[in-house]
């Protein structure tokens, strides 16, 4: 089945610890993305990339950093840096050649991160 | 600076009754809205993207209308199962691949 996987659905840290959430997908698709959700909010964008070795901040980067070394997986590490790093995580992707919709984005189950 | 909001924030419906959430935006030249339903604890699930003022879709239950300053999600005669968070986002033209997303309204519908 093609589709995103997330893991792990649960994650704990202390306070002060780097933590890195894992996203991958094997929908062949260009363009990955973090977003962040708080309790009764909207999505808000941490990064993305829209292509191998390249990505960009988002709206709320401070404190989080990514990766993009291959074209199936976007790694998200959460920094003792974040002052608020408790939340739901949610990676997606969208590619135009394959979705047939230019800027569709499929979401993955998300990670839900608790910091203490 | 893209913005979105949605109405009402929460929404209880009994099994049946028709209602419509709103979603109001302002953006510097819209490439495109989407409509999600989001379940409790589980990923944002695609459900419509309108393009232009006037253009309607329909999947089941579901309506989605597009203004030049709104759009409307209608619910017909809704079920239990329709019970989530509808999310609202759009794509702006000097956005890129970028999203921008409201708030949601939250759907409880009871039997």
């Known amino acids: 089945d093609g589709g995103i996987t997330q893991s792990p659905k649960y994650l704990f840290r202390k306070e002060g610890q780097n933590v890195t959430l894992s996203c991958e997908q094997n929908?062949?698709?260009?363009?990955m993305y973090w977003y962040r959700q708080d309790p009764g909010q909207g999505l808000r964008l941490i990064y993305y990339?829209?292509?191998?070795?390249?990505?960009q901040k988002g709206d709320i980067a401070e404190g989080y950093s990514v990766s993009r070394e291959k074209k199936e997986s976007f790694p998200l590490t959460v920094t003792s840096a974040q002052k608020n790093p408790t939340a739901f995580y949610l990676c997606?992707?969208?590619?135009?050649?394959?979705?047939?919709?230019?800027?569709?984005?499929?979401f993955g189950p998300g990670t839900r991160l608790t910091v203490t | 600076e893209d913005q979105v909001t949605q109405s009402p924030e929460a929404l209880r419906l009994q099994e049946g009754e028709s209602s419509s959430l709103n979603c109001s935006y302002t953006v510097s030249g819209l490439r495109g809205l989407f409509w999600y339903r989001q379940d409790p604890g589980k990923g944002p699930e695609f459900l419509f993207t309108?393009?232009?003022a006037g253009e309607e879709k329909e999947k089941e239950r579901l309506k989605a209308t597009l203004t030049k300053k709104e759009s409307f999600l209608h619910i017909t005669a809704p079920k239990p199962e329709d019970s989530a968070t509808y999310l609202c986002a759009v794509q702006a033209s000097a956005a890129g691949n970028k999203l921008t997303f409201g708030g949601g309204t939250r759907v409880l519908v009871k039997p």
């Open positions: 990339s829209q292509i191998v070795n390249d990505f």
């Open positions: 309108l393009y232009s």
């Open positions: 929908l062949n698709h260009d363009a």
């Open positions: 997606a992707s969208s590619d135009p050649r394959t979705s047939g919709n230019l800027y569709e984005q499929y």
